[in-house]
């Protein structure tokens, strides 16, 4: 069965720094889309960052120039590397894969996401 599981997530003051990871077992990281989305409470679904199978990447608005999504092959293994934390980061955030090369814009890439992890939280405070 495929699975993505997350970790490295946690409590920091705003500012600080955080590195999630997500272990991708079965069909790994390197040929497909791979994906990081968030939900904070009470509010829906947010696509955060995407990378391809070529290593590019792209990222919501609300994030640019403080995250950044990198993978390693080798170790079929994801990460968001996010830093300058704000309160309004904080969420659960989830690995997501598409079994495609090819990434949709984040606004559209939710709905052909064919495995999700199970989250993992992340809370800012001020």
């Known amino acids: 069965q495929a699975q993505l599981v997350e970790s490295g997530g946690g409590s920091v003051q705003a500012g600080g720094s955080l590195r999630l990871s997500c272990a991708a077992s079965?069909?790994?990281?390197?040929?497909?889309?791979m994906a990081w989305f968030r939900q904070a409470p009470g509010k829906e679904l947010e696509g955060v960052a995407t990378m391809d199978e070529d290593g590019d990447s792209t990222y919501a608005d609300s994030v640019k120039g403080r995250f950044t999504i990198s993978k390693d092959n080798a170790k079929n293994t994801l990460y968001l590397e996010m830093s300058i934390l704000k309160p309004e980061d904080t969420a659960m955030y989830y690995c997501?894969?598409?079994?495609?090369?090819?990434?949709?814009?984040?606004?559209?890439?939710?709905?052909?996401?064919?495995?999700w992890g199970k989250g993992t939280l992340v809370t800012i405070s001020s």
């Open positions: 079965l069909y790994g990281v390197s040929r497909y889309c």
């Open positions: 997501a894969r598409r079994r495609n090369a090819y990434c949709y814009p984040l606004k559209e890439l939710q709905r052909v996401i064919d495995d």
